[in-house]
């Protein structure tokens, strides 16, 4: 079972969007100390504001996609360019985990 | 998501970003600032460094409006942008643009590249900054560029078992660099500090990764012809970094050979585009303050004020320079990728097929490398160091993006 990490360089309080606000306005808020989301049908608890390419990672799932040809692959540039790490969060296929926030509840589906 | 309007937006929110945005609303115009990541800071920053906080601050005192998550994947018609978040869509107009895109890392195909757990340097980083647990593990760092000893400084105190740091470059270079840069000198040997019993050897790369479904070792070899094979849980390694021009060529601003053309007001062959930061070519975290500051004056109507910081741009620029002769590429690293290497991770596209063609176009038209995904974002920069070639266009839209935002 995947354990909750000791990671100190993340923010406490952090800038975040909140999901249900209008465009741009800006939510300040406090977060809570961890969030615990489903990976592959299995239970992951990552520190709060961890990015869902972490929670991957954490729940021992190494190949986040499949290539066209078959082969297993995972993050390679960590900020949104490559598109290795896209998984499907909430039925959205082809989010890109290194962009997107962990959320309690969240779902999130890879190919490995 | 409501459509809105701005006198001047930044798209970007990094140091150049951050600085311009800032400036840009203190000479009282009102300003929005985009950024497809969650919190501004951009690469270097991530995580909330102190030096980010400080910008971020300010940006809020001013009034900046931030954007989080929002990619612009469009300019469907003059003074709009066309902007996608993970859940929604929406057109933003602007009077001024300022575009601090960043850099991104040059990734070189060797055999064994696309397993899992071979990532960038700051991919690496990026990822330990974003939650991964990274203690206990085993890590080469390698590549080009100051870049990789940052990195692997920054696994170090974070328990990584860093077993050594490959640089391509020759130490003449490297120890000719630091000389000739007092205050880099101490940042070097405060970084080197921290990394005692890390080995850092100059005229050493990478040649192939194995492992079964992800890394399990690394074979380096040096300029002399010493070949190993080190095992290790993670590789990290980048060739230093190209600067992200796909939406300044997509609103038809000039590009230079480093980057987007400027002016000293960072203005773009466009009027009323601006461009700041490593965009324009590879500088740094100073350059990029510089510009972004310089940028948001000219933008936000105060060009006397831009002005005031010509020359500490100038004398930033000298350094840039220097960087970049510093950690050129060597030519031995062409011969990284066998025939049955894949170039395009996005595509499967083996270096065999690519060199087949005569240039991007054909590629692209032929064997489909770099239409995937990541536009040729990745396999981009490996074929223009491997075979000289350049993205030719650029069409919307720029990134990957939903039906509903495209059909708007």
Known sequence: MPQVANSPHMPVASVTVSCNSRFGVLIWRRMADSVTLSVDGAAVTVPAGAMVS???????????????????????????????????????????????VCQSRMEVRTDG | MADCDYDVVVVGAGPAGLAAACRAAECGRRVAMLDDNPQ?????????????????????????????????????????????????????????????????????????WTLPNVMGAGGLQALAKSGLPLAGKRAVVAGSGPLLLAVARYLRAHDVDVRLIAEQAPQ????????????????????????????????CWPVS???????????????????????????????????????AALL??????????????????????????????????????????????????????????????????????????????????????????????????TMERVRACSNWREAKLHTRCGMGPCQGRICGGAADFLLGWREESVRPPVLPARVRSLSR
Not at chain 2, 219 to 247: H, K, M, Q, S
Not at chain 2, 278 to 291: D, M, N, P, Q
């Open chain 1, 54 to 100: 972490a929670a991957v990672a954490m729940a021992g799932v190494s190949q986040y996609r499949r290539s066209v040809s078959g082969e297993p692959r995972g993050p390679l540039c960590g900020m949104g360019i490559c598109f290795e790490c896209r998984v499907t969060i909430d039925g959205r296929a082809h989010s890109r985990s290194c962009q997107v």
């Open chain 2, 40 to 112: 501004p800071g951009g690469q270097i920053w991530r995580g909330a460094a102190k030096e980010s906080t400080q910008w971020v601050r300010t940006a809020k005192q001013h009034g900046v409006e931030w954007m989080a998550g929002a990619r612009v994947f469009d300019a469907p018609e003059p003074q709009r942008l066309a902007v996608e978040t993970f859940d929604g869509e929406c057109r933003v107009g602007y009077g001024s643009l300022i575009l601090a895109t960043g850099a991104r890392e040059r990734f070189l195909p060797f055999p064994g």
């Open chain 2, 172 to 203: 003449s270079a490297v120890v000719r660099f630091v000389l000739s840069y007092p205050r880099k000198l101490v940042q070097a040997l405060t970084l080197r500090a921290g990394l005692i019993g890390v080995p850092y050897i100059t005229s």
């Open chain 2, 209 to 247: 990764a194995q492992g079964r479904e992800k890394l399990e070792s690394v074979t380096l070899r040096r300029a002399d012809g010493r070949t190993w094979t080190e095992a290790c849980d993670y590789l990290a390694c980048g060739f230093g970094l190209i600067p992200n021009v796909e939406l």
């Open chain 2, 252 to 349: 038809g601003c000039r590009m230079s050979k480093a980057g987007v053309e400027v002016d000293e007001f960072q203005e773009t062959s466009e009027a009323g585009i601006f461009a700041a930061g490593e965009a324009t070519g590879i500088g740094g975290l100073e350059l990029s303050l510089v510009e972004g500051e310089i940028a948001g004056y000219a933008a936000g109507g105060n060009p006397d004020r831009a002005k005031a910081l010509f020359a500490a741009c100038a004398s930033h620029r000298r350094f840039a320079a220097a960087l970049e002769k510093t950690f050129a590429l060597r030519d031995d690293l062409r011969n990284l990728p066998l025939p049955s290497t894949i170039v395009c991770r996005c595509e499967d596209v």
